[in-house]
Structure formats: structure tokens, C-alpha cells
């Protein structure tokens, strides 16, 4: 089955500081995304990625970048940390055209203080 | 408006009850439709596609109607381990699902 590994399930990190989440794949998959879900406010699309450095804004990308140096790996950074930035980050790939099926990593909590 | 909406419930239903999701949809370029199922403190799973015939995966029936603009979902015979929030997604061919914000079920003893 596919796995999609977050690097850290939870994390507390303070303001001002440059975060690095890490998102790896196993399935070869061409495609891979990162949404944050906050409570009332639903899985929102931060950035996604259709190939190796390849990279597409989402719908609140603001306070964010990402990197796909290789097929296997996504990485979103924020640049400086802000509270409000505080979530669940989930990680997703997926391997067809139409990304019906979509494999998220288990999720990491970020605390900002 | 919101591209997809859910009612967020909670919908509280006793073990062996019916229940329906309904979940709207603005975008009438959307061409494929998903539920999803997310356990507390998981993360979302594929539930079933949604069909423009309709589908049906044991207790489970989705439906889909474009005039209306909304998809459904139907559970049947419901069990405690269906207790979960439910969450619809659609595409417009090779784009990001957008993701409703998802509706809660507790299924009681």
C-alpha cells in the first residue's frame, strides 16, 4: 500500500523561526500536495506540485513555500513562523491525472508560540 | 458561496438507523466527485467515487445530481465504527479536490 510519512507528528516551534516540513512518498507518484485543516475551516490547498520542480500556488499560499527537488519528497517551509500558522499540515500525493484518490500522511500538528 | 458545503452536524444517530449526507456543489464545471472518511485524529481516507449513475459499496450508496448540484451519500444499517467525520471533494478534470469542511456522525449504542 502507499505510504506517505510526515516527518514529525507533532511540532512547537516560535515565531519568527523558518519551519521545515517534510513530505516523502513510496509510490512514484507524480503528483503531491499540502493542506492545512483547522477546526470549522476545513482541509484548505496550500501548494501542490505535478512534477519534479514543479510547483502551483494553492488557494492560501501566503506565508508559505515549497520544494520538489526529487519525485518522492515535498517540502513546505514557512519562511517566519506566525501564530497564526498554528494547524494540522497534511501531506497528500496521488498518482492519476484526475487525483481522486489521494494518500495523506498521518499529519503534523504545528504549535507557533 | 463556498465552492463545496456540508452541513457539519453533529448527526447523532442510534446503531441501526439510515443516514444521509448531502453535499453541494457551486462550480458547474466539476467533473469528479469523491467521499472521504475522517477518523478522529487520522487523516482522510478515500471513502468511494461518485458516480453519475450512482454507486453502492455495502451499507454505502452515493449518488450524484448535476441539476441540482449536489452529491449524497446514504448509510444503511449504521455501526459504532461508522462514527467518523465525512468529507466530500470535487475536481474540475486535472485540478486539487476542494474539500467541504466535512460532516460529523456519532453513531450511539
Known amino acids: 500500500d502507499v505510504k506517505v510519512t510526515q516527518s514529525s507528528r507533532y511540532l512547537v516551534k516560535r515565531t519568527g523561526e523558518k519551519v521545515f516540513l517534510e513530505c516523502v512518498q513510496d509510490?512514484?507518484?507524480?503528483?503531491m500536495f499540502w493542506y492545512r485543516q483547522d477546526p470549522g475551516l476545513g482541509l484548505r490547498l496550500i501548494y501542490f506540485?505535478?512534477?519534479?520542480?514543479?510547483?502551483e500556488k494553492g488557494d492560501i499560499p501566503e506565508g508559505y513555500s515549497v520544494s520538489r527537488e526529487k519525485k518522492e519528497r515535498f517540502s513546505l517551509i514557512l519562511e517566519s513562523a506566525s501564530t497564526n500558522q498554528t494547524s494540522m499540515y497534511l501531506c497528500?500525493?496521488?498518482?492519476?491525472?484526475?487525483?481522486?484518490?489521494?494518500?495523506f500522511g498521518s499529519g503534523t500538528q504545528l504549535s507557533v508560540l | 458561496r463556498k465552492e463545496v458545503e456540508q452541513d457539519p452536524g453533529p448527526f447523532n444517530v442510534p446503531e441501526g438507523a439510515t443516514v444521509a449526507f448531502n453535499c453541494t456543489y457551486s462550480?458547474?464545471?466539476?467533473?469528479?466527485f469523491f467521499w472521504y472518511r475522517q477518523d478522529c485524529r487520522k487523516e482522510p481516507k478515500l471513502l468511494m467515487s461518485?458516480?453519475?449513475s450512482g454507486n453502492e459499496d455495502g451499507r454505502f450508496t452515493a449518488q450524484l445530481n448535476r441539476a441540482s448540484q449536489y452529491i449524497s451519500l446514504l448509510i444503511r444499517d449504521s455501526k459504532l465504527s461508522d462514527s467518523a467525520t465525512y468529507l466530500c471533494?470535487?475536481?474540475?478534470?486535472?485540478?486539487?479536490?476542494?474539500f467541504g469542511k466535512g460532516t460529523r456522525l456519532s453513531v450511539i449504542a
Open positions: 497528500a500525493s496521488s498518482g492519476t491525472v484526475t487525483n481522486e484518490k489521494l494518500f
Open positions: 509510490m512514484d507518484h507524480e503528483n
Open positions: 506540485s505535478y512534477d519534479v520542480k514543479m510547483k
Open positions: 462550480n458547474s464545471a466539476s467533473q469528479s
Open positions: 461518485v458516480y453519475s
Open positions: 471533494a470535487v475536481n474540475r478534470g486535472n485540478t486539487p479536490l476542494v
